[in-house]
């Protein structure tokens, strides 16, 4: 659940693109999972960063560490409560349904994938 203490930015059209809480003298930009952008600074400094970021980050790839090791996987939905992500099939099409967690927000338990070319066995 995201803290009553961090305010929700939006983009023009209305739509949440994260949120910024005081920090000490300064404000720093949260993005929707929960993870600070940058160190608190300037109010404006912080809307900025979090306009640029908007939301295709969403479409990134991600690893979560699953029994130890590290799978890569898709956020499928976002809400202020959770984030359900699952496993990255890089599209494949056939029987059965990929692997799926949801994941309490904010979370840490997702981090930037590397590029698909330094994947291991791709």
Known sequence: MI?????????ADGEVVGYVREAGDGF?????LGRPLAEPGDWLA????????????LTD???????????????T????????????DFGAVGPGEPQRWELPVPTDA?????????????
């Open 61 to 75: 790839a991600f690893l979560l560490s699953v029994d130890g090791a590290d799978v890569r996987v898709r956020v």
């Open 110 to 122: 997702l981090r930037t994938a590397p590029p698909l070319a330094e994947w291991p066995g791709v």
């Open 28 to 32: 720093q930009p949260i993005d929707l």
């Open 3 to 11: 803290p009553s203490d961090w305010m929700p930015h939006r983009r």
């Open 77 to 88: 939905e976002l809400t202020p409560e959770l984030v359900r992500v699952k496993l990255d």
């Open 46 to 57: 912080a809307e900025e960063l979090l306009d640029a970021h908007s939301l295709a980050w």
